[in-house]
């Protein structure tokens, strides 16, 4: 198997020379368009077998062009996201970006993997999440040819690549910075995954003694990682963030920023909306946490995805029209959906998948946003019945009704559109009489 780690393409932060970490509001420049649609391109003549992006709106925006040129659906995955910088999001200011290097360099140089920005993510963090993530893909496609493409950024890869790559270390990372859509590539080998590619630079040939130092490091790290600090449990959180703590209220946001997205994609239906409402959200939230008054451990979820959803129905009701549709991939979260990561899914297999998912997406954005919001939250992010009418602050018997009304409006709707699906979701004239 091969994995390519592909940097996004430009965005208005990187002219800007802004720390732009939270990704809520810096698309690609028509520079970083062109960059994507390039690396489209070039990647055309390889068979990817799935394509994974952050959740950053710049990440997402390239993954679109190449799943449009690639014809393969692309995938949210919070393990590419970013670091977060914390109290430094949003400067460009000289001193912000001493204060940023200075704790990569104690990463590094002094192994203080704990130590991070103010409000931001340590080293730990980082790699709680994205090399989980990265063995699970080897553990399921080392036997295979496959292509995976992965869509992320420069720092997090500065960071991680050194752990998870058998013949590179924090020196050839440092020293070799990824590009604007730039990638690097690594197989898996007898040695374990090996970069042979890294950007237009090939990495030193495999030394076995020198690998083996590389490899030690890893294992010591990953297997014996320093003492952490106990995290605070939510409702401590919660009280902390009540009390004005912004760093608590921070930890909440990375807990459920990545579901506040999905839900706010599948009502608004195109990223740049969704990215918008997620911040809105989590500025709402904080300004009304005060008021918040929860008793059991779900209720938090539910009051936060009632901001969420009244925020993209407010929104909606202002556009008055329907949202741009997107035709992306239904599911985005590998927990609703564990085929993102099956690797014995065949091309045309994973293709009908994609064909579904487009109409569904396209049938859903049809919808009342009243009922397209009670559809998504069962259908989509799997709430329960009371779960929803905690959620939007509605009965359980209003519950039932929207979303029983929404899934007759999407039946027919697909039922119009049937010669688009594929021949064995048809309906035989038999079963149209019944």
């Not at 920005?117 to 080392?142: C, K, T, W």
Request: with cysteine; charged share 25%; net charge negative.
């Amino acid at each position: 198997m091969k994995l390519y780690f592909v940097r996004h393409g430009e965005s208005a932060a990187n002219l800007l020379h802004e720390i732009s970490n939270r990704g809520f509001k810096h698309s690609l420049t028509a520079r970083g368009r062109q960059q994507a649609t390039a690396l489209a391109q070039k990647l055309d003549g390889i068979s990817v077998a799935q394509l994974f992006s952050s959740p950053l709106l710049r990440a997402v925006q390239t993954a679109e062009i190449l799943s449009a040129r690639l014809s393969v659906p692309y995938n949210i995955t919070d393990a590419l996201r970013e670091y977060d910088c914390g109290i430094l999001e949003g400067k460009s200011d000289a001193a912000s970006w001493e204060i940023y290097d200075a704790v990569f360099n104690d990463w590094i140089q002094h192994g203080h993997w704990e130590r991070c920005i103010e409000q931001g993510e340590s080293f730990l963090d980082i790699q709680e999440r994205f090399v989980p993530f990265v063995d699970r893909l080897v553990e399921e496609y080392e036997h295979s040819s496959a292509n995976i493409v992965l869509v992320g950024h420069g720092g997090i890869y500065r960071c991680m690549l050194p752990l998870i790559l058998a013949n590179i270390d924090f020196d050839f990372a440092i020293a070799h910075p990824i590009g604007n859509t730039e990638y690097v590539v690594a197989e898996t080998q007898t040695e374990g995954l090996v970069c042979v590619m890294w950007c237009s630079t090939h990495p030193r040939p495999f030394d076995v003694e020198q690998a083996a130092c590389i490899i030690q490091a890893q294992i010591d790290f990953r297997d014996n990682p320093p003492v952490r600090e106990k995290r605070m449990d939510e409702a401590t959180l919660i009280a902390a963030a009540q009390q004005g703590k912004v760093d608590a209220f921070n930890e909440l946001v990375l807990a459920y920023q990545q579901q506040v997205y999905n839900l706010a994609y599948r009502i608004m239906g195109d990223p740049a909306s969704a990215a918008d409402a997620t911040q809105e959200a989590f500025i709402s939230a904080f300004q009304h946490i005060g008021g918040f008054r929860g008793e059991r451990s779900s209720s938090f979820k539910s009051w936060l995805m009632r901001i969420v959803s009244n925020g993209c129905y407010d929104e909606l009701r202002r556009r008055k029209r329907r949202p741009a549709t997107s035709l992306e991939d239904f599911d985005l979260d590998e927990d609703v959906n564990p085929a993102l990561i099956n690797g014995s899914e065949a091309p045309d297999e994973r293709a009908e998948r994609h064909e579904i998912a487009q109409l569904i997406q396209a049938g859903i954005q049809t919808l009342p946003p009243d009922q397209r919001i009670a559809l998504v939250l069962s259908d989509v992010q799997g709430f329960s019945y009371q779960e929803i009418a905690e959620t939007i602050d509605a009965p359980l018997g209003t519950v039932k009704s929207r979303l029983a009304r929404a899934r007759a409006k999407l039946r027919d709707y697909l039922r119009s559109r049937e010669e688009l699906l594929p021949a064995r979701y048809r309906l035989d004239n038999k079963e149209r009489e019944t």
